[in-house]
């Protein structure tokens, strides 16, 4: 499995073809405490830099993106009864959802963790 970053602060986890997404810690913690998580359900298709899911906290509305091309297979209805998922894990069970990828070369565009950690230093 590979993990890859936007600049967005997405973080997507990739096993094959399918793709798991969510938001890192560096966005949970510039968010504050989540209180509500919108995520997309099954059979959408998003094209890369899609919003694809709303995540609100206590300081502000956000937009989550699709790192990339896809169907969604499944959106985490865990975040629908306990959307504090996403400031207790944001990099595990905080996931936003699930997508099988449409175009494995997008993945060349986005950041390893390396690259990501360098990245988020700079802000």
Do not use: C
Not at 73 to 100: H, Q, R
Request: zero cysteines.
């Amino acid at each position: 499995m590979s993990r890859y970053f936007t600049e967005d602060h997405e973080w997507i986890d990739v096993d094959g073809d399918t793709a798991t997404v969510g938001i890192t810690d560096y966005a949970q913690g510039q968010l504050g405490d989540i209180v509500f998580v919108e995520v997309p359900e099954g059979g959408r298709r998003l094209a890369k830099g899609d919003d694809a899911a709303v995540v609100e906290s206590v300081k502000a509305a956000s937009d989550v993106y699709s790192p990339v091309s896809g169907t969604v297979i499944e959106g985490n209805a865990a975040l629908g009864d306990d959307p504090s998922l996403v400031n207790s894990d944001p990099e595990g069970e905080g996931w936003f959802f699930k997508l099988t990828i449409a175009d494995a070369g997008e993945l060349e565009s986005l950041m390893d963790e390396a690259k990501y950690q360098d990245f988020v230093s700079k802000l």
